[in-house]
């Protein structure tokens, strides 16, 4: 037997059941064949650091499908994963310890269980008294989760550098860390023989670096270090930045007009990146001294932040702002009654106007920039204006002509596509809105949303990222709620692509044939019994012949 369930043991530790040498078995029995040869005294045994039972394992040769790592007979086992990855957490500690040694420096490795497995995360410390720290990411850790450790490993460490394997990231988690450093770390393995080596880059949201050896990074003091970037985080910014400092250390106070640039800088590099910090974020990068301002203060630095530069028209900064919910703070609405564009009613309308603001500002700021969707005007009474209201004038145009002026309309005609009937023509980013409002609109609600789901279809051709993931979710919400209504329109079954290129190529095909039918029947002349034989006395002479007298 391989395992308990069947699948194929890759991988073992070799000499004993507590051993971390790890090793990937040859899958190929001539290359099986040779490792034999070279290494005959070696044990192989389903190790504890992996997981495993502790059980020695046998290497099995086979020419006909893939060699692997078999249990004795009647041994019971648990161990979760078998594949090749699942010693990388083994072969990173070999990785960091050679690499230590080649640069001379004080480093260990341990192996962190978060409650998944030995191999949840790797920890490399060097130093002695204030050890910088490197955590290698191998477990999906939540966002609360990895702030919550992150503080704690802050507070023990001079610096702190996070590396992200594959899928590990949370969105927020990978947000904050765009803010402070402008990148990201991550590694993955590649398999060289019968072991897995570390390869390492950085990335944004842009663009990434080229994936290089551990040999290629330097430990520096400020941290990990892979070549072709350089850190964006400032002085003094980011919880390890300031364990170092000292915790007991005043942040320093900068003049006002340092303090605006300086946010704005920040804002204007969220939306770059299509971004939504916390106000807590952006002082991570514009300046730890952000952090202790009242809530008067922030609006009238927010409020300083939107009159410099820009220009009227300009997408609203602040309104990238957000909690720990994703809504924007209350004072943000401040904000938006300081610089004239309205009061909003209600943190339903000031969330529905900031997303919108939200939506101009990566438009205007991202790379590529793009077109910015227009601002929503807000009615006296702090409600949003609906969108027929909102829509401009059509112009007119006199013509003079004999027998009177002609008015024309230069606003071209707005088609309606079968299916859409009864649905506005709605911009792109507004139809993850409009699907939310439908839910709760009276009438014949189920209809009206499925000509808009139709119109959504449409649009995630055309949407930018996040908007694209967005306007995905909301229309799994609303197909639910679509399917538990009794009154909701029958869908016909989706085909497979498979099945609707059968479909295409059947019928295609009946039409040659039949088309070929046709051309048969019309190229066919009716055969004359006649044609090629002499007529007969009599058959086909004007009349009777006359005698000669």
Not at 83 to 88: R, T
Not at 145 to 169: H, I, M, Y
Not at 334 to 355: D, E
Request: net charge positive; proline share 8%; glycine share 10%.
């Amino acid at each position: 037997m391989n395992s308990s369930d069947g699948r194929l043991v890759q991988t073992a530790v070799i000499g004993g059941p507590n051993s971390g040498r790890a090793i990937i078995l040859p899958a190929d029995a001539d290359e099986l064949t040779r490792w034999r040869k070279r290494h005959p005294a070696y044990t192989y045994w389903c190790g504890t650091q992996l997981g495993g039972c502790g059980n020695e394992l046998s290497d099995r040769l086979y020419r006909d499908k893939v060699c692997h790592f078999a249990h004795r007979p009647h041994t019971s086992c648990h161990r979760t994963a078998t594949g090749a990855a699942s010693a990388d957490h083994l072969f990173i500690k070999d990785d960091l310890a050679a690499w230590a040694g080649r640069n001379r420096l004080k480093g260990r490795a341990v192996a962190r269980n978060l409650g998944s497995g030995p191999g949840d995360a790797v920890d490399f410390r060097v130093g002695t008294t204030r050890q910088q720290h490197v955590r290698f990411q191998f477990s999906r850790l939540a966002h609360a989760e990895w702030q919550q450790a992150r503080r704690r490993l802050s507070s023990e460490s001079a610096t702190l550098d996070w590396v992200f394997g594959p899928g590990t990231a949370q969105p927020e988690t990978m947000e904050e860390l765009y803010d402070e450093y402008g990148y990201l770390l991550r590694f993955r393995f590649e398999t060289h023989g019968a072991v897995r080596r570390i390869r390492l880059r950085a990335e944004d949201p842009r663009q990434s670096t080229d994936w290089v050896p551990l040999d290629a990074c330097a430990m520096t003091p400020a941290g990990l270090r892979v070549p072709g970037v350089e850190p964006r985080r400032r002085s003094g910014a980011g919880p390890a930045a300031e364990a170092g400092d000292g915790r007991g250390a005043a942040p320093v106070r900068r003049s006002r007009e340092e303090q605006v640039l300086a946010l704005r800088e920040a804002l204007v590099s969220a939306a770059r990146f299509r971004t939504r910090p916390t106000w807590e974020a952006l002082a991570r990068t514009a300046g730890s001294d952000l952090l202790g301002l009242s809530v008067p203060d922030c609006v009238g630095l927010l409020v300083a932040v939107e009159r410099t530069g820009g220009g009227e028209g300009s997408p609203l900064l602040s309104a990238l702002i957000r909690t720990g919910e994703s809504d924007p703070p209350a004072y943000v609405g401040n904000v938006v009654a300081a610089v004239g564009c309205g009061t909003p009613a209600t943190a339903a309308v000031l969330k529905r106007w900031c997303q919108r603001e939200a939506d101009r500002a990566f438009a205007v700021h991202g790379v590529p920039s793009r077109t910015a969707p227009p601002r929503l005007p807000l009615t006296a009474d702090g409600q949003l204006v609906p969108q027929h209201s909102a829509e401009p004038a059509q112009h007119q145009t006199i013509v003079h002509v004999q027998g009177g002026p002609v008015r024309q309309s230069t606003a071209r005609p707005k088609p309606e596509s079968k299916g859409h009937v009864g649905v506005p023509l709605l911009r792109d980013t507004e139809i993850r809105h409009a699907l939310r409002s439908a839910r709760q609109r009276r009438g014949p609600r189920p209809r009206y949303a499925a000509a808009l789901m139709a119109r959504a279809e449409e649009a995630l051709t055309r949407l930018p990222e996040p908007q694209r993931t967005e306007l995905v979710a909301e229309m799994a919400t609303t197909r639910r709620w679509l399917d538990s209504r009794p009154d909701t329109p029958a869908r016909k079954p989706r085909k497979s692509r498979r099945a609707k290129k059968a479909g295409d190529a059947k019928r295609t095909a009946a039409t040659k044939k039949l088309d070929q039918k046709q051309k048969t029947r019309r190229g066919k002349k009716t055969k004359n019994p006649l044609h090629g034989a002499r007529p007969l006395p009599g058959v086909g002479d004007g009349g009777p012949k006359k005698r000669p007298k």
